[in-house]
């Protein structure tokens, strides 16, 4: 009995002075601190390369484009709360409606899918663009390039094929003044030439005739006017001098018969055409210039012609006449050139590859004529920024050539612009609500969602969406979830 309460004793002093231990530790200044704890591995997932916003978790190809999917490691939960601890979001936005706002986190009343945060310093810089982050090893996968923005001369020339044509201020045609009969062709098939002064055909004229022996009986009796009259009257039939019943038809210019519409023997009228000639000394060359181009071109300027059948020789010529019609159908303007063909090697029918210099546009701002996206609605470039940022920005273009284009605004000299891939950065860019914003910058009708901004731009994967039911969600669309990270 006695051991027993020495042993309760014992354990009563020993409570008591715990006690009285921690009520000692307690008064002691001390800080609690909150330690964060973040897991050591990420969440494995697996997206496309050329679509980050697609992910799923398993091994795959990309619903969009089909290219295998690739293997990433998300950061932890814990890691990425500590990353944006400190940022304040500006709103919350779903991916597929950027146009539209939210105060507050949640899910999307157009897709069953989450809200995504817009911070501060994730808005575009000049132009008020969204920019698009890419990894540069992507970047470099992709196939990006980049090319600057440069300073130089644009040489304002038209290049087109042109038909060769007679030049029809040297047809002439051929004809008698008097009525009779062929007795003599000289010439006898068209396509001959002929010389100026050549003997084409001897005719017989009655009527002739008796005009040269007027003519001496007027010479004969001394009487000058009655000689006069007589001479009128021979030279109004075209008939020379002598008494012969034959008259020369000789060719008033040098040529070729182009036409030949009287034979051996044939009664003629007056005023019949015998044949045509045309004079090769000088041709015509018939070109269509695209109407962008056609205020390049005027009368007088230098023209270059080149034929396929006399590779290296080079023609010269001028613009001669534009033509003051357009071709509603081709949307052209035809422009007449002459050349000089002393040699004949330009022969009416033949086609020759054609350049009219319209002179040089000097000091202006080129790029690469495959960095211009043309849309339908806008024109946009891809300026590559640092840290694999790219930034669309809205450009006026001028004319092209040769594979260069005269940005007239919206870019600088010395910015970089993307020359291959900047498509697959356009469908991003229009994901992020990037074009919405240039268009509320630029005057776009309030009202305007993003949807119907990006009609026309390079979205084919968003076709079809609008058919999709409310209750759909996006992650029943093949196993694929689909998120945005601006």
Known sequence: MKTQSIVALAATVAVFGA???????????????????????????????????????????????????????????????????DKEPMYWYDPMRPDQHFDKPGKSPFMDMQLVPKYADEEGGAGGGAVVQIDPRIAQNLGLRVAPAKSGTFWQRVDAVGSVALDERRIVTVESRAAGWIERLDVRAEGDVVNKGQRLAALYSPELFAARQELKLAESSGDASLVQASQQRLRLLGGGTGASSQTGVFAPASGFVMELMAREGAQIAPGMPLMKLADLSQVWLLVEVPEVQAGWVREGRSAEARLKSLPGKVFEGRVDYLYPQLDAMTRTLKARLVFDNADGALRPGMFADVTLFGGAQREVLLVPTEAVIRTGTRTVVMIAEDAGRYRPAQVETGPEREGETVILSGLEAGQNVVVSGQFLIDSEASLLGAYQRMGAGMGMPEGMSEMEGMKGDSMPAMEGMSDMKPETGMGEMSGTRMENAP
């Open 19 to 85: 006690g009285g231990w921690w009520l000692a530790q307690s008064d002691a200044p001390h800080k609690h601190q909150l330690e964060k704890k973040v897991s050591a591995e990420g969440k494995t997932y697996y997206t496309c390369s050329m679509h980050p916003q697609v992910r799923q978790d398993e091994k795959g190809a990309c619903p969009i484009c089909g290219m295998k999917l690739t293997q990433r490691t998300e950061a932890p939960a814990g890691v990425k709360a500590m990353a944006s601890a």
